[in-house]
């Protein structure tokens, strides 16, 4: 039996996170008529069993990206809403990358020198149980596209509202609950973004999309809690900061910065100037020079050979 234990924190009325033990946030919104999932997680335990222990109405399933972090358990779910240009790779993606990924956090978090952490399972999860591939119990769920500005009626006034938000990927989403002034912004927002593979000006054209909404919503919450606390918001820096770091290097002021590992390994602060063979969020091998940009707590890491739209790629 996979686990059910997730940390669950209700932070608005009706409204919970799901802390997928320390690895991703997963966002449970519950109106008079139907409930809405967001994003799915790493795909550790029995994330439906869980859900359904806190409501019994239909399930309405949202992904912000397809990325290993929000499509891990879908395939527990009947129906999966998900932008038709986030098809390309696997739903979910492959185990091992995302068991790497588990390992990795769960050690960063229980400290990176290791030693006398090792001796607590500080998770109740049984790694080569509650993480695998689909079984046939598992089959494919009927595939949704959402379109920009797209309304999902929960019942009782609660309306949430898809907006098309390419930071990382093409069909990257973001969800506006209006009810409780509430974004959901997967990864589009956070104190550390990297692996963007659309052009730097669609990332900032997107990010002043948010701000433009934000007569809307009182904070937004992000597909992680590593730099805030779970059930809490991002501060209000987070945002205006990354739009200020990709407008100076739109500028031309790309000035390459140190920073720590957010894995928490014990490395010296090094240099993120890069040029190297890399394989992008959908497995796609190619070769890369990538340079970290700092604004306060900041950090967005860019490929200075893909900041504008290509002819091709406007037209597409």
Request: charged fraction near 25%; glycine fraction near 8%.
């Amino acid at each position: 039996m996979c686990t059910m234990l997730y940390p669950m924190v209700q932070f608005k009325k009706d409204t919970w996170e799901i802390d997928e033990f320390d690895c991703t946030s997963i966002y449970l919104l519950v109106g008079t008529e139907k409930a809405m999932v967001i994003d799915t997680g790493m795909g550790i335990g029995n994330l439906r069993g869980a859900i359904e222990q806190f409501t019994d109405k239909p399930l309405v399933t949202v992904i912000t990206r397809n990325h290993s972090a929000r499509t891990g358990n879908a395939r527990q779910f009947d129906d999966l809403w998900i932008n038709e240009k986030e098809l390309d790779a696997p739903i979910p993606q492959g185990v091992e990358r995302r068991r790497f990924d588990v390992i990795r956090i769960a050690k960063r978090q229980k400290g990176s020198l290791d030693g006398v952490y090792k001796m607590f399972n500080l998770y109740p999860y049984d790694i080569d149980e509650d993480l695998a591939d689909p079984g046939t119990e598992d089959p494919m769920p009927e595939i949704h596209n959402i379109t920009d500005e797209m309304k999902f009626d929960l019942g009782g006034g609660r309306i949430v509202t898809a907006y098309s938000c390419p930071v990382h990927s093409p069909g990257q989403m973001v969800f506006l609950d209006e009810q409780t002034r509430t974004l959901f912004a997967g990864s589009a927002v956070n104190y550390h973004l990297r692996g963007m593979t659309v052009p730097l000006e669609t990332s900032l054209r997107s990010l002043k999309k948010l701000q433009m909404l934000n007569d809307k919503y009182d904070g937004i919450w992000n597909g992680s809690h590593e730099f805030r606390a779970v059930g809490a918001p991002l501060d209000d820096d987070c945002l205006p900061n990354a739009i200020a770091v990709m407008e100076d290097a739109l500028d031309g002021h790309i000035v390459p910065v140190e920073e720590p590992d957010f894995w928490g390994q014990e490395l010296l602060l090094k240099k993120k100037t890069r040029d190297t063979a890399v394989t992008d969020d959908l497995g796609i091998g190619q070769r890369n020079t990538t340079v970290t940009l700092r604004k306060g707590r900041n950090f967005v890491t860019v490929n200075p050979n893909n900041l504008y739209k290509t002819k091709k790629q406007k037209k597409g």
